[in-house]
């Protein structure tokens, strides 16, 4: 892995320790995870520990180190998504896509996972995808939103 994109950001932010939370939000954006060599490359460049890098990366959910697939998909099993059927929606992804949440699909399209609250209790049962909120969820709705997903990667209209 070249280090040109790593050092581009960091000149970006001027090497600045402070930025350190953007830093890796680009690094990220860019890759889709924290790749280990690019982790690497920042701490050398801004004279850190790796591992104080490391620990900064695992205390942010939003943070991946393993690579993540092309979609985000994010569903909410927190209480009032939970009660309006976020366990049949999830039911639902995990049949589709064949993984269990915290995990990518082997094409590496999709990643699932499951929080506890995404702080639109109101609209439930919420799933965000690619950062997009989709509120009262079901499992069809669910389905669809994969399958539109789907069908845009193999270039069909729908
Ligand atoms: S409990 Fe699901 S958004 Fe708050």
Known sequence: MSHEYVDKILNKHQE??????S???????????????ALRGVALRLQMDLNEIYG??????????????????????GTACH???GPKILRELKKMLNIEPGQTTQDKQFSLNVVNCL?????????????????????????????KLNKKRSGVKS
């Open 16 to 21: 600045k320790r402070m930025a350190l939370i």
């Open 23 to 37: 830093i890796l939000h680009d690094i990220q954006d860019h890759y889709n995870f924290l790749p280990e060599e």
């Open 56 to 77: 900064v990366a695992v205390f942010y959910k939003s943070f991946s180190l393993l690579p993540k697939g092309k979609h985000s998909i994010t569903l909410c099993l």
């Open 83 to 85: 009660v309006r059927g």
């Open 119 to 147: 702080g639109v209790c109101a609209i439930g049962p919420v799933m965000m995808v690619d950062r997009k909120f989709y509120g009262e969820m079901n499992s069809i709705k669910a389905k669809r939103v994969i399958e």
